[in-house]
């Protein structure tokens, strides 16, 4: 069983459509990072959320304590998003990270 | 945000050499880094953590012979894999800690041995 569900596993939207992308885990955490890896391997760290709610540009992430739930929202989508979201948990204790398997999203023109 | 970088971004070796790659966080310190691998399609795997000033801590299944951590400053961690075979071709990813929790990523280096 892994520590950290996201879903969809894949996700193709239309230019301009609202995306959401879901992380579910099941250890008590300190922070949950929302991270970006383009198909060149590269990876972008876009959010670090301990709660609430957090904006940056056309990407709002946010985060349910209670429910171990955090969600990463995409508005007017477009074809440059196009990339693998991954949800990373870091528990209370310790200093690994329970990684998601990452989200693949396909915004077409 | 916090910047971590890595050195180099990607990097072609001959199997049998040795390839070193470094993770530098840019405007704070860290006492801590992480290394981590990632295989076509998985997810990120913990690989070791590493303190400054001291010697590294490995997952299982690791061999600390092969891949040497080096935490020499505050603000430089350096993973050499040594003896470089193919199946040692993956991307390599680097995370520094700030302060308790706050962890930032490097973009990574891809590796591939021939």
């Known amino acids: 069983k892994n520590e950290v569900e996201q879903s969809p596993q894949n996700l193709t939207a239309q230019e301009g459509e609202f995306i959401t992308i879901n992380c579910s885990y099941s250890?008590?955490?300190?922070?949950l990072h929302w991270l970006q890896q383009h198909p060149g391997g590269g990876i972008v760290s876009l959010f670090m959320?301990?709660?609430g709610k957090k904006k940056h540009g056309r990407l709002i992430a946010t985060i349910n304590i209670q429910e171990k739930h955090s969600s990463l929202h995409i508005t007017a989508s477009h074809p440059r998003d196009s990339a693998v979201y991954i949800c990373?948990?870091?528990?209370?204790?310790?200093?690994?990270?329970?990684f998601g398997t990452g989200t693949s999203l396909t915004v077409i023109p | 945000g916090a910047v971590v970088s890595q050195h180099p971004s990607w990097v072609i070796c001959k199997s049998g050499t040795s390839v070193k790659i470094e993770c530098r966080s840019l405007?704070?310190?860290?006492?801590?880094m992480f290394w981590y691998r990632q295989f076509p399609k998985q997810s990120l795997m913990l690989m070791a953590t590493?303190?400054?000033?001291?010697?590294?801590?490995?997952e299982q299944g690791v061999e600390k012979d092969k891949f040497l951590i080096n935490h020499a400053s505050l603000t430089l961690s350096t993973l050499t894999v040594t003896s470089a075979h193919p199946e040692d071709s993956s991307f390599y990813i680097c995370?520094?800690?700030?302060?308790?929790?706050?962890?930032?990523f490097g973009p990574g280096t891809r590796l591939t041995v021939t």
């Open positions: 590493s303190n400054e000033g001291s010697k590294a801590t490995y």
């Open positions: 990373a948990a870091r528990p209370n204790t310790g200093n690994q990270f329970y």
């Open positions: 995370s520094a800690q700030r302060g308790f929790y706050e962890q930032y």
């Open positions: 405007d704070f310190q860290a006492t801590t």
């Open positions: 250890v008590g955490i300190s922070a």
């Open positions: 959320l301990s709660s």
